[in-house]
């Protein structure tokens, strides 16, 4: 079942007009289960496909079980041993292939459940959850069809307390968010991907130098685009569905193009990833160095250590090849540089120098700009390969290919802070005391006049489905 889409939507109305009525838990508990088990069928045909897929949810619920009895202890190699299944099962390039089980089965959604079943083994080892949980609860958790198949990743003490009552407002506010999810994914991305895909034929074709660095540019700069209002889109629609059901799911997004480092970046851009990583790896990464390390003048640079172990994970986890190993790299070296500036530029500028630079309207800007350009450039080896890489030089030449990243800092210093400008200009504009941006009433228009445009393409243009660029992880 293709997620966001229609087909989804009905069921998810329905799942929720069901979970709604029931008033006895245990009851509702099997119900949601129920429809978890019906959504991840939809995915194959043969129970067969999903023995592996259950085998690794059912070893997480039993290690799990094993630490709350206290009949296992050593936490890390539990940990060890789950990721390890994981790249086994996901066929990671770690693995010797001739380990790897024969013939095609299941794996959609296992990553993000591999978050939620690893964080719930950390947090259970380490005592932070207490609470007893049951196979029902467990499976309820981890399968979660609302968000199995590309996150958010809620932790479970935050699916625990995230229930959301019924009411007149939830009903609207759901509606208005699945239909901006929808809008999103099913009109702007697409559009966008057709641009994207019109834009590398016509670099294949012969230019001037001017040309040549005009398409590098683009190259550069639509992608970031598309992955957000293609990823976007869903988080959007899925919170929307979710919502119905009476479950708050975590935000996955806030406006990450307005970030002034890529520091920021990655705490408004798949918050829920950053947010699980910085949990349960840059803070154990950097508390145990820290504690090998004791010196205060150390301390700010085995930070940058962490951050660059930590986000170098980000690329790994996105990929079992090579372009997302570097991928990773450069996410890693981004934000360990990133760190690296701050803690040379506190030293040079003391507290109050650095910021009173980084309150300099023109810096914030040109930060803007670097931010987005390195973040575009990256996504390079993350949506093609180095077969492409190596055409789009060919092609291009690798003197148009920096100009055209030059460019894209310039543009996206100067749009963006457009952007910034108005985004704040409008909030400013107030009706009753309130913005107008945010009043029912206009929302209400947009969401009318989206619906429109999503009939209009889905009817009369017969247009399919996008693929979610994150499903396939």
Same mark, same amino acid.
């Given at each position: 079942?293709?997620v966001?889409?229609?087909?989804f939507l009905?069921?998810a109305?329905?799942?929720?007009?069901?979970?709604?009525?029931?008033?006895?838990?245990?009851?509702?508990n099997?119900?949601i289960l129920?429809?978890?088990?019906?959504?991840l069928?939809?995915?194959?045909?043969?129970?067969?496909l999903?023995?592996?897929?259950a085998?690794f949810?059912l070893f997480g619920?039993a290690?799990?079980?094993?630490?709350?009895s206290?009949?296992?202890?050593?936490?890390?190699?539990?940990?060890?041993?789950?990721?390890?299944?994981?790249?086994?099962?996901k066929?990671?390039?770690?693995?010797?292939?001739?380990l790897?089980?024969?013939?095609?089965?299941?794996?959609v959604?296992?990553?993000?459940?591999?978050?939620?079943?690893?964080s719930?083994?950390i947090d259970?080892?380490?005592?932070?959850?207490t609470?007893?949980?049951?196979?029902?609860?467990?499976?309820?958790?981890?399968?979660?069809?609302?968000?199995?198949?590309a996150?958010?990743?809620?932790?479970y003490?935050?699916?625990?307390? !995230?229930? @959301?009552? +019924?009411s007149?407002h939830?009903?609207? *506010?759901? $509606?208005?968010?699945?239909t901006?999810g929808? #809008?999103?994914?099913l009109?702007?991305?697409?559009?966008?991907?057709?641009?994207?895909?019109h834009?590398?034929?016509s670099?294949?074709?012969?230019?001037?130098?001017?040309?040549?660095?005009y398409y590098?540019?683009l190259?550069?700069s639509?992608?970031?685009f598309?992955?957000?209002?293609?990823?976007?889109?869903?988080?959007?629609f899925?919170?929307?569905c979710?919502a119905?059901?009476g479950l708050?799911?975590?935000?996955?997004?806030?406006?990450?193009?307005?970030?002034?480092s890529?520091?920021?970046?990655?705490?408004r851009?798949?918050i829920?990833?950053?947010n699980?990583?910085k949990?349960?790896?840059?803070n154990p990464?950097?508390?145990?160095?820290?504690?090998?390390i004791?010196?205060?003048?150390?301390?700010p640079?085995? !930070?940058? @250590?962490? +951050?660059?172990v930590?986000?170098?994970? *980000?690329? $790994?986890?996105?990929?079992?090849?090579?372009? #997302?190993?570097?991928?990773?790299?450069l996410?890693?070296?981004?934000?360990?540089?990133?760190?690296?500036?701050q803690?040379?530029?506190?030293r040079?500028l003391g507290?109050?120098?650095?910021k009173a630079?980084?309150?300099?309207?023109?810096?914030a800007?040109?930060?803007?700009?670097?931010?987005?350009?390195?973040?575009g450039?990256?996504?390079?080896?993350?949506?093609?390969n180095?077969?492409?890489?190596?055409?789009?030089?060919?092609?291009?030449?690798?003197?148009?290919?920096?100009l055209?990243?030059?460019?894209?800092?310039?543009?996206?210093t100067?749009?963006?802070?457009?952007?910034v400008?108005?985004?704040?200009?409008a909030?400013?504009?107030r009706?009753?005391?309130?913005?107008?941006?945010?009043?029912?009433?206009?929302?209400?228009?947009?969401?009318?006049?989206a619906?429109?445009?999503?009939?209009?393409t889905g009817?009369?243009?017969?247009?399919?489905a996008?693929?979610?660029?994150?499903?396939?992880?």
């Amino acid at each position: 079942m293709t997620v966001p889409s229609y087909q989804f939507l009905a069921f998810a109305l329905m799942v929720a007009l069901v979970v709604r009525l029931i008033r006895f838990e245990p009851l509702r508990n099997v119900a949601i289960l129920t429809a978890n088990v019906l959504f991840l069928a939809s995915f194959a045909g043969s129970p067969v496909l999903f023995i592996p897929f259950a085998g690794f949810v059912l070893f997480g619920f039993a290690v799990m079980r094993a630490l709350q009895s206290k009949r296992v202890s050593t936490l890390w190699i539990w940990v060890a041993a789950t990721v390890l299944l994981f790249c086994w099962i996901k066929r990671y390039s770690v693995v010797p292939p001739l380990l790897f089980i024969p013939g095609p089965y299941v794996t959609v959604g296992l990553s993000y459940i591999f978050f939620r079943m690893l964080s719930l083994i950390i947090d259970v080892g380490q005592g932070a959850t207490t609470k007893r949980i049951g196979l029902l609860e467990y499976l309820n958790y981890t399968l979660n069809f609302t968000c199995i198949t590309a996150g958010p990743i809620q932790l479970y003490e935050d699916y625990l307390h !995230a229930h @959301i009552p +019924f009411s007149a407002h939830t009903l609207g *506010v759901s $509606a208005e968010r699945i239909t901006r999810g929808l #809008f999103k994914v099913l009109i702007v991305s697409e559009v966008l991907n057709a641009f994207l895909h019109h834009v590398i034929a016509s670099a294949a074709e012969p230019g001037d130098f001017a040309t040549r660095s005009y398409y590098s540019a683009l190259l550069v700069s639509i992608y970031p685009f598309f992955l957000y209002f293609n990823f976007s889109g869903y988080t959007d629609f899925v919170i929307g569905c979710a919502a119905l059901m009476g479950l708050r799911l975590p935000e996955n997004f806030d406006r990450p193009f307005t970030s002034r480092s890529f520091i920021e970046f990655w705490s408004r851009w798949h918050i829920s990833l950053s947010n699980w990583l910085k949990t349960y790896v840059y803070n154990p990464l950097l508390s145990a160095m820290l504690r090998r390390i004791e010196s205060a003048s150390i301390g700010p640079f085995l !930070a940058v @250590i962490a +951050f660059f172990v930590t986000f170098f994970l *980000v690329g $790994a986890w996105h990929g079992q090849t090579s372009e #997302f190993l570097f991928f990773g790299l450069l996410q890693g070296g981004g934000v360990s540089v990133n760190k690296l500036y701050q803690v040379l530029a506190l030293r040079w500028l003391g507290r109050q120098g650095y910021k009173a630079l980084a309150a300099n309207p023109l810096y914030a800007a040109i930060c803007r700009g670097l931010t987005f350009a390195w973040f575009g450039f990256s996504l390079l080896w993350f949506w093609s390969n180095w077969d492409q890489l190596r055409e789009f030089v060919g092609q291009l030449g690798a003197v148009s290919i920096v100009l055209g990243v030059l460019e894209v800092v310039v543009v996206a210093t100067l749009a963006l802070q457009l952007w910034v400008w108005v985004h704040d200009g409008a909030l400013q504009l107030r009706v009753r005391g309130s913005a107008l941006v945010e009043s029912r009433y206009l929302r209400t228009a947009l969401c009318t006049a989206a619906v429109a445009a999503l009939l209009f393409t889905g009817v009369v243009l017969n247009a399919p489905a996008p693929e979610i660029v994150y499903k396939t992880f």
